[in-house]
């Protein structure tokens, strides 16, 4: 059965960082194009960025630029998402989307609370 597990969220102090994973299972992750989302409360959800089959990555959203990276490893069948320097405004839920052609995976999504 193909699915994709997001883990790695949690609370986190202002500043401080985390590393979101998104494994998959069922499939080839690099072969689809990953992608990272997050939705805050109240708030639709938000594109962060990407990384491609050939291992391309992008961010989109200005308000991570330079604090986030993807990355991948596909001898775990894994993608990541570091996050550095985190702010309040980071608290949200977030998941992992992978698509390929007519194919396309959500992860069930993982919670970032960050707070003093």
């Known amino acids: 059965q193909e699915q994709l597990v997001e883990s790695g969220g949690g609370l986190v102090q202002p500043g401080g960082s985390l590393r979101l994973s998104c494994q998959a299972s069922g499939f080839i992750v690099s072969t689809y194009a990953t992608s990272w989302y997050r939705q805050a409360p109240g708030k639709s959800r938000e594109l962060l960025g990407h990384i491609t089959s050939t291992g391309d990555t992008k961010i989109f959203a200005d308000s991570v630029k330079g604090r986030f990276t993807i990355s991948r490893d596909n001898g775990r069948n894994t993608v990541f998402l570091q996050m550095n320097s985190l702010k309040s405004e980071d608290t949200a839920v977030y998941y992992c989307?992978?698509?390929?052609?007519?194919?396309?995976?959500w992860g069930q999504g993982t919670q970032v609370t960050v707070s003093s």
């Open positions: 989307n992978a698509r390929k052609a007519i194919s396309e995976y």
